[in-house]
């Protein structure tokens, strides 16, 4: 796991293992992702064990326990390093992706920890923050599957789908004017920001050979870092008229021409924007919310993209600065993020921002050998897009326009009469009744009592939905059966002959983990699609002496917490004031933060209910409420 380099020597694991025997050390283990890959015959030293990486914990602590030294070896391919070697065909491509049910989904964020993958990215939907896979950026390696949720499914045969982007067919024009092509007095300075992993090096790399083939001197200098695990890379370019006139690589402050910032967040960074010259820098800003590693440790990170497009306008006083979602564009029209970088060169290119000509940055893009034609028509596309400011409003508008599933309400009583008929489809009438009926209760208490408020009915009107909805072995069922989970992945794959593989932990055959004590979870063939329409059928069992699965200790706490914060609510409704009501806010929304399945659902519950235990305790005492809290 270096990141692709070869390691000195040519040292193959048992040779590794032998040696470390030979040194001394007598308890060896070797723990990897595939062990199946060590045939039986492998000269490993005696008494060595080969463990799949799903137990190196129970290694570790097996080793820790060992007086003296002991050893493990960790063999592993870097999955940067994979996802670049498929690329090149010269590693195993498996014919399947993975798709998150996102109806299904709590936005819980074990899929996160488990995996510690960057390609898990937030989905923002109607029943709040979900999560979505980055088909572009996902390394394949699968480990994401193993977060305890019945969202997760593998499709087999499955490649990302190409937006069909209606009537922007022939919004970008098919001819390209060429642009003012900018003269090199002294140089001309470029910083070219991003993450790592989608091409911020290559472009650089382009920029400097489409340089030397038209004669021109180049230098460059990339600072990647962490790169390789999806962290800020930095590549400056200057460009001169010979190599003679470049004294220095690095683009010093106040100095650059063009700052092509493939990454919002790198873009907004303090050492970017010091180079920023007002008048003199060009900027061309990718708006695409790309999640950092932050996001895998924190399931509420948010991105200030507003304050940084903000700071980025200011630093350069509103002038010669363009934003545009390259990787949203990209993705639908050429079906891959990672052409993102090449259409924000050629945005910058046909803006006059680049002192080359668009045959040199082809011929470079052709030299390159990777993706050829994806590349090169990116770097059209881009250029069109600069080209017709409208045609592009008219492409990004189709872009954004919500399918029936990721529309959002816009107004309280939108999202009242959703989930009024989602409980409706849930479990019956009477249902949504129930909850329609609460609401009007807390909608009138406001009214009254802070007048012109909604807030607190709003926050009720989706936390009292959370619960009611509780996602139950029925619920799950109906959310695969009832035709949006085959729509999203029609909206998200093509492929003539796709195959299912579901990943579940049925809590009357899952088999607990001997080391960690949580459910291990089974893969399910495409005839559980099938069964899942027939357990749907049986949600009128659901509650009653009937359901078999209502018995477990996770369904009697999900019931019980509808029965609990029923209960509060006819309190808040009798208690609401003036001095109580952001307090009662508070409260409305503690089930928010019970998210999850399982262990990881029960782990959420704790701490939500200390927190609910302080604001109770505040809501019937306001004297006691903090001054900042009782001022408002």
Excluded at 59 to 75: F, K, N, P
Excluded at 278 to 307: C, I
Excluded at 520 to 525: L, Y
Excluded at 535 to 540: E, H, M, N, P, T
């Amino acid at each position: 796991m270096t990141g692709g380099q070869t390691h000195e020597g040519g040292l193959t694991v048992d040779m590794i293992a032998r040696q470390v025997r030979a040194e001394g050390v007598e308890r060896i283990a070797l723990v990897t992702d595939e062990p199946e890959k060590y045939p039986s015959t492998a000269d490993f030293p005696a008494g060595m064990t080969i463990n799949h990486r799903d137990e190196i914990q129970s290694v570790q602590q097996e080793l820790a326990e060992i007086g003296g030294v002991s050893v493990m070896i960790y063999d592993q391919t870097c999955a940067s390093e994979k996802r670049r070697r498929r690329k090149r065909g010269t590693f195993p491509d498996p014919d399947k992706r993975v798709i998150i049910n996102e109806l299904v989904c709590e936005g819980c964020g074990d899929c996160s920890v488990q995996s510690n993958c960057v390609a898990v990215q937030p989905l923002e939907t109607e029943y709040g923050r979900k999560r979505q896979i980055d088909q572009s950026n996902c390394n394949k390696d699968f480990s994401c599957v193993k977060g305890f949720c019945p969202s997760f499914v593998t499709v087999h045969g499955a490649k990302p789908k190409k937006a069909k982007v209606s009537g922007s067919g022939d919004a970008l024009p098919e001819t390209i004017p060429d642009p003012q092509i900018p003269a090199i007095d002294t140089t001309w300075n470029c910083i070219v920001t991003g993450v790592g992993g989608t091409g911020v090096v290559t472009i650089g790399a382009i920029i400097g050979m489409a340089a030397h083939l038209e004669g021109k001197g180049c230098g460059m200098i990339d600072m990647a870092g962490l790169a390789q695990k999806g962290g800020s890379v930095y590549s400056h370019v200057r460009l001169a008229k010979s190599p003679e006139e470049i004294h220095a690589i690095r683009v010093a402050a106040g100095t650059a021409d063009l700052v092509l910032g493939c990454d919002l967040v790198v873009s907004g960074t303090k050492k970017v924007l010091a180079a920023v010259s007002p008048g003199r820098t060009a900027l061309v800003v990718n708006t695409a919310e790309v999640y950092p590693g932050d996001f895998t440790r924190d399931a509420d990170f948010s991105l200030p993209a507003e304050r940084l497009k903000r700071e980025i306008k200011r630093i350069a006083n509103g002038e010669k600065v363009d934003f545009v979602d390259a990787t949203a564009i990209a993705t639908a029209l050429l079906g891959d993020a990672i052409a993102a970088n090449m259409f924000m060169l050629g945005f910058a290119y046909q803006r006059g921002a680049v002192p080359l000509h668009a045959d040199a940055i082809e011929r470079g893009i052709a030299l390159n050998g990777q993706a050829v034609a994806m590349n090169i028509e990116a770097f059209r596309l881009g250029r069109k897009a600069a080209a017709s400011p409208e045609g592009l409003a008219r492409v990004v508008a189709s872009l954004k326009a919500p399918t029936k599933a990721r529309e959002i309400s816009q107004t309280l009583d939108e999202t009242i009469a959703r989930r009024v008929e989602f409980l409706t489809a849930y479990q019956d009438a009477a249902y949504a009744a129930r909850y329609q009926a609460l609401l009007e209760k807390v909608r009138a208490a406001e009214a009254k009592a802070v007048d012109g408020k909604e807030g607190l009915t709003e926050a009720v009107a989706r936390n009292l939905f959370k619960l009611m909805a509780y996602k139950d072995e029925y619920e799950v069922a109906r959310l695969y059966s009832d035709g949006s989970f085959l729509r999203q992945v029609d909206q998200t794959f093509e492929g003539g002959n796709l195959r299912f593989e579901f990943h579940l932990a049925p809590p009357l055959l899952a088999r607990k983990d001997p080391n960690t004590g949580v459910p291990r979870k089974i893969t399910f063939g495409p005839w559980m699609l099938k069964a899942f329409g027939l357990l749907a059928k049986f949600k009128g069992l659901r509650g009653t002496k009937l359901d078999v699965f209502g018995y477990t200790q996770e369904r009697r706490t999900e019931r019980q917490l509808i029965t609990d914060y029923e209960a509060m609510l006819e309190e808040i409704v009798a208690k609401l004031s003036p001095d109580n009501h952001i307090t009662a806010l508070g409260l409305a929304s503690i089930p928010a933060k019970i998210r999850g399945f399982g262990h990881v659902k029960e782990r959420h519950l704790e701490a939500a209910k200390a927190e609910e235990a302080a604001l109770m305790e505040r809501f019937r005492n306001p004297q006691k409420a903090p001054a900042a809290e009782a001022a408002e």
